[in-house]
């Protein structure tokens, strides 16, 4: 829920730094990478529950201390989901580098 006040500081933060045709760049780009950070935290939810089910059910159930509770179970879940979606920006991010000159087609 805070994302958008985080996004708006980082964006009052680098704003003066940057040149116009940065900044033309940059806020397309936000909005892009939003969309593209959800859609792979989205898509890697599948995923995610599947192996959580598998390792929940390789625990051994005749020792307590090896019984998962409810709150690891589903806090496995999120490292996997944010490292999922920022993975889905990597185009985002070769694109940006290519269009500021970062990046050419030959490296």
Do not use: N
């Not at 996004?7 to 593209?36: D, S, T």
């Not at 879940?77 to 087609?105: H, K, M, S, Y």
Request: proline share 8%; glycine share 8%; net charge positive.
């Amino acid at each position: 829920m805070a994302s958008p006040v985080i996004i708006y500081q980082i964006w009052a933060f680098l704003a003066p730094a940057l040149y116009e045709r940065e900044k033309r760049l940059m806020v397309p780009a936000l909005a892009v990478g939003v969309v593209l950070f959800l859609a792979g935290a989205i898509a890697c939810l599948p995923v995610a529950a599947a192996r959580r089910a598998e390792g929940a059910a390789r625990l051994p159930t005749h020792r307590p201390d090896a019984m998962i509770t409810i709150d690891r179970y589903f806090g496995m879940g999120d490292p996997v989901r944010r490292g999922c979606g920022l993975v889905a920006e990597l185009p985002l991010v070769v694109t940006i580098l290519a269009a500021l000159g970062i990046v050419t087609p030959q490296f």
